[in-house]
Structures are given as C-alpha cells and as structure tokens.
C-alpha cells in the first residue's frame, strides 16, 4: 500500500514548528549542547551563589540586590533584542547569545528557586 504525503495544514504545520522548538536546542554537535548546558549550569551557580556572599557586602541589604540584578539581567535582555538582527526561519542565533541566554535563564531561576526558599 503506497503512502500519502502529509498535507500543509495548519495543524501540521504548527506541529512542526512545536517539534522545532522542543527540540531544536537538541540538534548541533555535541560541543555546541555541552557549552549550552555549562553556561546553564554556570548562570545557576552565579545566582545560587553570588547572591548569598553578596547579599553581606552589598549597601541596601537584599532588596538594593534584587533591584540591581532585575536592572542587570533586563538590560541583557534589551541588548539582545537591539543587537542581534532578525534571523531567518530555522537559523539558530550565534553561539555568544545562546550562551548569554543560557546563564540569565540560569540566573533568573536560581534567584527564584531563592526567593521560595526564602517566602518572599
């Protein structure tokens, strides 16, 4: 029995570009993954980390940080999204801003993992 091509329907194609997004920081060669997972990990460390021996030395106590940090981490943001031209359909972004990406995603959960630990 010969088999049917799927046919451009909407659904398909939404579930196509869901299994792209799912699974598109999956393709690449194994240097590309690895560095991604380490600044993943890296970000995480920083915010688990820094915030606590900061958090002493820091004028204005806790609060004065998270303000500073939250600045810090939408001025990334704003960097990113004035500095890195549209890229076309499929293209991933250059390896610096993955990896940038990377360490504010791990950055941003690690202070929030903080703050339920805390109550705040």
Do not use: C, H
Not at 42 to 64: D, S
Request: hydrophobic share 50%; charged share 15%; glycine share 10%.
């Amino acid at each position: 029995m010969v088999q049917l091509p799927r046919q451009p329907t909407r659904f398909e194609r939404l579930a196509a570009a869901a299994a792209r997004s799912l699974l598109g920081p999956l393709r690449g060669s194994w240097r590309r993954r690895s560095v991604l997972v380490l600044a993943l990990l890296l970000g995480f460390y920083f915010g688990g980390n820094v915030t606590a021996y900061v958090v002493v030395r820091f004028p204005g106590g806790r609060p004065a940080m998270v303000l500073a940090l939250v600045l810090l981490l939408e001025l990334v943001v704003r960097l990113r999204t004035r500095l890195l031209p549209p890229l076309p359909e499929g293209q991933p972004a250059p390896i610096g801003w993955q990896v940038t990406d990377n360490v504010r995603m791990g950055l941003v959960y690690a202070v929030v993992l903080e703050a339920f630990k805390v109550g705040t």
